[in-house]
């Protein structure tokens, strides 16, 4: 069946620190790919997406990339905030069944 | 500002009784969902409904209900059947159709049931 599977937590970065979260997923055809944000009590706000292989999103300085012969989407930014210490979720959306699936989410913690 | 919302944000309930959770949205979407969301864990789904006055199980319905009678409105019953209802619950939303797909989610409804 489908799935997302994402490195676990959780991560601990210096300010300014690189960042990479890891995510790969088994799907039949060809799913949309998602990171969503959470941060702490709130509920999740779409950070990026991806609709097709080779496909890049972006935004806030976090990039992903759709990488099907790798079946990976993983999460990087270049140099990170104490502001993006949150819980990160990778996703993805099949038309066929028309719902979200989520991998467990990795908490990110960053210190000045 | 178009939106969803969840309310209460906390709630809580002595164990054996029903409660119903709120979520509203204004962003004339037609589909929308529930997910409950455990410490550590990634989002479970709950039930879904891609039309109004029609709805879906997911993942984990046991021990919960819905309605969908407006389009703007789907609440979720947490019943005296569902064995570990405290968790955090999150409502979601999204335009019909194959072409759209990114989900906009509530703030959350925390329950704890004692």
């Known amino acids: 069946g489908n799935s997302v599977t994402q490195m676990e937590g959780p991560v601990t970065l210096s300010e300014e620190a690189f960042l990479t979260i890891n995510c790969t997923y088994t799907?039949?055809?060809?799913?949309?790919l998602f990171w969503y944000v959470q941060y702490p009590g709130e509920g999740l706000q779409l950070l990026l997406k991806?609709?097709?292989?080779?496909d890049k999103g972006s935004n806030k300085g976090f990039e992903a990339t759709y990488r099907k012969e790798t079946t990976s989407f993983h999460l990087e930014k270049g140099s990170v905030q104490v502001s993006d210490s949150a819980v990160y979720f990778c996703?993805?959306?099949?038309?066929?069944?028309?719902?979200?699936?989520f991998g467990q989410g990795t908490e990110l913690s960053v210190k000045p | 500002d178009g939106g969803i919302t969840q309310s209460p944000k906390y709630l809580f309930r002595k164990e054996g009784q029903n409660v119903t959770l709120s979520c509203e949205q204004n962003?004339?979407?037609?589909?929308m969902y529930w997910y409950r969301q455990d410490p550590g864990q990634g989002l479970r789904l709950i039930y879904y409904?891609?039309?109004?006055?029609?709805?879906q199980k997911g993942d984990i319905a046991e021990g919960y209900s819905v309605s969908r009678e407006k389009k703007e409105s789907f609440p979720l019953t947490v019943t005296s059947a569902q064995k570990n209802p405290t968790a955090f619950y999150l409502c979601?939303?999204?335009?019909?159709?194959?072409?759209?797909?990114?989900?906009?989610f509530g703030p959350g409804t925390r329950l704890t049931v004692l």
């Open positions: 991806a609709t097709k292989a080779d």
């Open positions: 962003l004339n979407h037609d589909a």
């Open positions: 799907a039949t055809g060809y799913p949309s």
């Open positions: 996703a993805l959306f099949y038309n066929q069944g028309g719902k979200l699936i």
């Open positions: 409904s891609q039309i109004v006055n029609d709805f």
């Open positions: 979601a939303s999204k335009e019909g159709g194959p072409l759209y797909n990114e989900q906009f």
